[in-house]
């Protein structure tokens, strides 16, 4: 009899154990739970991947310690789930993660049939394709009746399908869901080239055997900007991790990086007051604490230094700003004023 | 309990109504119905709450949407300009077609091993045995990657393609085979082919009937080879033999011509076929030998010949134990194929997996493969079983 | 009756020499007749093909340790299983914690091992086995103890493939057992439907239901509630195993002669009391051989969940896969991880078979 007994009590305290707990809201739950479940690749060179030892480094793993940090004031309040590209929203819709940098593209389809919200994107890329040098291939054009590597579920099969349609190519879609055994295949051969988001292909080629066997071809088929993503319907987790990414840009563009960010607390100019918290305001108003962009930027760097530190030119990818540099050096970074 | 609790003054037809067993077991169901009820209301309300909350579109209303994704290889013409509803047709297709051929191509191998297994040559019996233990105690799974990487890293690039035999090449890219060119007479012998099927049907039906009649045989089976294979060569002669093949051939990355079969089909289907042929193979073996010795040896004692033996006395037999484990084998080689998602093979699942992700909705995918496999499964056993009742009749 | 005559000549003589010894031996088992002389000289000959050849790369020629000198050797590269061990057999599980995982493992087949003997199957060691599975997931778990928690995202490699079977096989023989019962029992509303759950789990894959566990099952629960990803993939085995249990079972029950139903009737016991103290006893003995096939298959069927990226033992090796150093490496790397389930898979089947003669002789 004591047996069942203790057999029914252990039930119990497994499923209490493991069920986690109501959320009134997604920052007042994050502040219970003492930490930020984000998702991201866990494959991705540069965005996300564990490296030799196991600590989580990229652009949007650095994304998610931002968010971690404007909370919390420490970086290492954050847990890193990673997800297929098949189980990335249904993580988010389920409640499994609060927060996704996961580059995912955003979408129409995905603001509205799949109840999310896209934040700032952290990285506008666009589509290409990396080939073989050996095939003697220099345009996209050419690429009638290829293998074509790509990532089943996402934008990118979708826009390489367009693509063939609209020039009146053919392909043959080789589907495998799994980022790094894409890669496989294709360094193997299974296919004739590997069609993915070009700073992807950077990482690819990066890790490649032989980087200098492959190309990346001209053509950029696509749009991606990568954003981070929360579920619709609370607003202040979204004006939380919106505003974590655009302090990153705000930063770069008031100069302030995680060297100088103490030194910047002096200075006379409201507009770094008002970012930095010496003016408080900008806290309050998002429920968080006034010294948060303050502590971001010193603990974890200005979206520049995140850039250059994962996928910049002395990173293995070697990637330019390109798009992704500030507004007034001809990008797309824009940050509106933090007031 | 309850009957010391009930005053002994009771009159028996007045005891409670949970005395009865009859109205009890009313009760019980119907506290189960409600039970059953309230968890499908329970999971039903939250979902709706959750899909509500969340905005996340419902309905198959996707199903006449454009896919706008390719797909690897298709039965059917498909292109990315068809709808969801069109993809998943040709999901299902290349399901039935790795599961047929599969099941064909395991029931052979496997009674083939489970002869081996039987066999008196004691090495031949050996490596049946090792076959045998060694692929059942394999996951499917790993068996499927072990061989989809050996297609993909052992095998060279296309321009490199291995030529064992003229017209057939061996490359990364899969296998490809000449075939035939194009001519009229080709699909005149398939017409042939199905005509000399239904005559082999009508001579084995009347074969028999004289054989009931008269006690006198006749060779079904050698006459039947010569009608399945004489009536389509008279009609290759008639078109004057065409012999032009269409033999595979190097045009800008890949082949083209003739047909092929890609990395990801031989890899399922090896797969599939090596590791469920091992389970069929015990499953012969053991139907083999579940007729006693004395049947075989009293059917000698008739004087039949040994083929007869076989054809006559222990065939029907083993049979009607060998068909029920080997449907269930079959079932399970139908529903294995739905890992051929790990692989990239676009069967049902691949695509259904696909059309979830492309359109975030769910709940409607699975139930879709459920649905689909559910069919699958029953008309599978619905087939057998019909099959079994006849064997279990002719036996009689 | 016949009267032998011994002639006391013949009983001295010895057989012929090619009846006995391994000239015999060879020619009642390989050379018995022409096919099977042509068999076993084309079987030595497809043998001496393989075997060889493999040896020498699978031994010879083979890389044990060293990582580098593999580019472009003509053996097996085995250091590919041997630089990477620690992450395929315990994933993501920090460095200096991995005894923890280790220790349950060698708690689990200690007890196995033990439990082999069936005359040591008492309450001792059913106390035994709860006390062991719940310090087992104390050790993985922590938390207690003065154990650091480890998150289950964490869990990973062959603990987890043990894990999912174990816990699946124990939770899932209750509802099994129930299920059985269910469908055997005489009241038409609790038939139909377990007969509907179990025919219907039955006609779908695994995957389907881990596919449900991964995207669906979320959307089931209440608002704010989760469950972690393990424990989801857990419910779909527990459901999909309880299915296959339910029809092994019905097979012990109908196998128990109608007069023990009667006779325990007719003592006055209830339904319950029926179940529990004379058929199920008897039941689930008949079945114990054939459930051990189920916990092997539940044990082969845990690799499924790579599909939805738990790090089990398979998923672990194709990680490492899928590093550049180690790309290309892919026959070492499974054959490893295919001579890990085959030896577990061997053991149990063949306690299986161990098991069904000694019940045979026993009924």
């Known amino acids: 009899m004591l047996l069942r007994k203790l057999i029914a009590l252990l039930v119990c305290a497994l499923v209490l154990g493991l069920t986690g707990t109501l959320w009134a809201g997604t920052l007042d739950d994050v502040r219970a739970k003492g930490f930020v479940q984000v998702g991201v690749n866990g494959d991705l060179f540069g965005f996300g991947k564990p490296d030799a030892k196991g600590v989580w480094k990229g652009l949007d793993v650095d994304t998610g310690r931002a968010i971690a940090t404007a909370i919390f004031g420490d970086p290492s309040k954050v847990k890193f789930i990673p997800l297929t590209a098949v189980t990335r929203f ?4 389920s409640g499994e993660i609060d927060v996704l940098c996961r580059n995912a593209t955003r979408t129409l389809g995905r603001e509205t049939a799949l ?4 934040a700032q994107p952290n990285y506008y890329d666009g589509q290409g394709f990396l080939i073989p040098k050996s095939l003697g291939v220099k345009s996209a054009k050419e690429l009638d009746g290829a293998a074509v590597c790509v990532l089943p579920g996402t934008t990118t099969e979708l826009n390489v399908a367009d693509y063939f349609r609209s020039n009146g ?9 799994n980022t790094a055994e894409l890669a496989k295949a294709f360094f193997a051969g299974r296919c004739d080239c590997l069609t993915s988001d070009a700073s992807q292909l950077a990482g690819t080629r990066a890790v490649a055997p032989n980087p200098d066997d492959y190309i990346i071809l001209p053509e950029i088929i696509s749009k991606e900007p990568l954003a981070p993503a929360v579920r619709h319907g609370d607003d202040q987790w979204y004006d939380v991790v919106n505003m ?12 302030i990086t995680s060297q100088n960010v103490d030194e910047m607390l002096k200075s006379k100019d409201p507009k770094v007051q008002r970012f930095l918290g010496v003016s408080p305001g900008n806290g309050k108003a998002l429920g968080l604490d006034e010294k948060f962009a303050y502590n971001i930027i010193k603990q974890v760097g200005n979206y520049g230094e995140i850039f250059e530190r994962n996928v910049g030119k002395n990173t293995p990818l070697g990637i330019e700003r390109g798009l992704n540099a500030l507004w007034t050096d001809g990008g797309l970074m824009y940050s509106p004023p933090f007031k | 309990m309850a009957a010391s609790a009930s005053p002994p003054d009771t009159d028996l037809s007045a005891s409670r109504f949970y005395n009865d067993p009859a109205k009890r077991s009313l009760i019980y169901q119907a506290g189960v119905l409600l039970m059953v009820a309230l968890l499908a209301y329970y999971l039903i309300s939250n979902t709706l709450a959750n899909v509500e909350r969340q905005s996340i579109a419902t309905g198959f209303g996707f199903l006449e949407k454009e896919a706008s994704f390719e797909i690897g290889e298709s039965l059917v013409p498909y292109s990315a300009a068809d709808t969801y509803a069109r993809a998943l047709w040709v999901g299902v297709l290349n399901t039935l077609k790795v599961s047929f051929i599969g099941i064909v191509l395991t029931v052979l191998l496997g009674t083939l091993v489970g002869i081996a297994r039987l066999s008196t040559n004691w090495l031949v019996s050996r490596m049946a045995a090792v076959y045998i233990e060694v692929l059942q105690d394999i996951p499917v799974l790993l068996q499927l990657f072990f061989w989809y990487a050996f297609f993909y890293e052992m095998l060279p690039s296309p321009r490199q393609a291995l030529n064992p035999i003229a017209g057939i090449f061996l490359s990364n890219r899969g296998l490809m085979m000449a075939v035939p060119a194009s001519h009229p007479a080709w699909d005149f012998m398939g017409w042939a082919l199905l005509a000399a099927v239904g005559l082999v049907w009508l001579l084995r039906r009347w074969a028999r009937k004289r054989q009931a009649r008269t006690g006198q045989g006749f060779p079904v089976f050698w006459s039947g080879v010569g009608l ?21 051939h190097l045009a800008g990355f890949n082949f083209k011509g003739g047909i092929g079969i890609s990395p990801e089909f031989a890899a399922l289907l090896l797969g599939l076929v090596l590791y469920t042929a091992a389970f069929v193979a015990e499953i012969v073996r053991a139907g083999i030998q579940s007729v006693s010795k004395g049947q075989t040896e009293a059917a000698k004692s008739l004087g039949l010949r040994p083929g007869l033996v076989l054809n006559l006395v222990v065939l029907p037999q083993a049979l009607r134990v060998i068909i029920p484990p080997l449907t269930s084998q079959m079932l399970n080689l139908t529903k294995n194929s739905s890992l051929a998602v790990a692989i990239g093979y676009p069967d049902f699942v691949s695509v259904a997996n696909t059309t979830i992700n492309q359109t975030g909705q769910a709940i409607e995918g699975v139930a879709m493969i459920m649905i689909v496999y559910l069919c699958f499964s029953l008309l599978t056993s619905a087939f057998m079983n019909w099959y079994n009742k006849k064997i279990a009749l002719v036996e009689r | 009756m016949t009267v032998h005559v011994i002639d006391p000549a013949a009983e001295n003589l010895k057989p012929p020499a090619t009846s006995v010894g391994v000239v015999g031996w060879m020619r009642a088992n390989l050379f018995n007749g022409v096919f099977n002389s042509i068999l076993t000289v084309l079987t030595l000959i497809l ?38 061990l620690r992450f395929i057999v315990f994933g993501f ?20 091992f033990y439990s082999q003997n069936r005359s040591r199957w008492n309450k001792p060691l059913a ?24 998150e289950s995202t964490q869990w990973g490699g062959l603990p987890l493939t043990l894990l999912l079977s174990v816990f699946g096989l124990t939770a899932a023989y209750p509802l099994g057992v129930v299920l059985a019962l269910g469908r055997q029992s005489r009241m038409r509303v609790v038939q139909t439907l377990c007969v509907i759950y179990i025919e219907l789990i039955r006609g779908v894959p695994l995957i389907s239901l881990l596919f449900m566990s991964s995207v669906v099952f979320p959307l089931f629960l209440p608002e704010g509630v989760t469950l972690n990803k393990i424990l989801r993939a857990q419910v779909a085995i527990i459901l999909f195993t309880a299915a296959y249990i339910a029809e092994v079972v019905r097979g012990g029950l109908q196998a128990i002669p109608r007069g023990q139903y009667e006779a325990a009737e007719s003592m006055g016991l209830n339904y319950w009391q029926t179940m529990r103290l004379v058929i199920l006893p008897q039941a689930l003995k008949i079945v114990i051989p054939p459930s051990v096939s189920i916990l092997i298959s539940a044990f082969k069927d845990t690799s499924l969940v790579v599909i939805i990226a738990l790090f089990d033992l398979l998923k672990t090796t194709k990680s490492v896969l899928s590093d550049p150093q180690w790309m290309g490496f892919s026959a070492e790397a499974y054959i490893f991880v295919a001579v890990v389930y085959f030896v577990c898979c061997f053991f149990m089947s063949n306690y299986s078979r161990r098991l069904e003669k000694e019940l045979d002789t026993s009924l």
Not at chain 2, 228 to 248: C, F, I, K, R, S
Not at chain 3, 93 to 112: D, I, S, T
Not at chain 3, 140 to 147: A, E, F, M, R, V
């Open chain 1, 244 to 255: 974590t990414v655009l302090a990153l840009i705000n930063a770069e563009e008031l100069g």
């Open chain 1, 90 to 93: 249904t993580a988010l819709q």
């Open chain 3, 47 to 84: 043998l001496f093909q393989t075997l060889p050849p493999f040896i020498k790369w699978a031994f010879i020629d083979a890389h044990w340790l060293s990582g580098d000198a593999c580019r472009g050797a003509d053996g097996a590269c085995w250091s590919v299983i041997s630089n990477n």
């Open chain 1, 115 to 118: 109840g999310l919200n896209f």
């Open chain 1, 169 to 177: 190519l053919k392909m043959k879609p080789v589907v495998i869901e």
């Open chain 2, 228 to 248: 399945l294979l004489g009536l389509p060569l008279l009609v290759w002669l008639l078109w004057g033999a065409p012999t032009e093949m269409d033999v595979p």
């Open chain 3, 93 to 112: 599980y920090p460095h200096p914690e991995q005894w923890r995982p280790l220790l349950a493992m060698l708690l689990l087949v200690g007890l196995l």
């Open chain 3, 127 to 150: 106390w035994a086995w709860l006390v062991g599975l719940i310090s087992m997931g104390i050790l993985l778990k922590g938390g207690l103890l003065g154990l650091t928690a480890v």
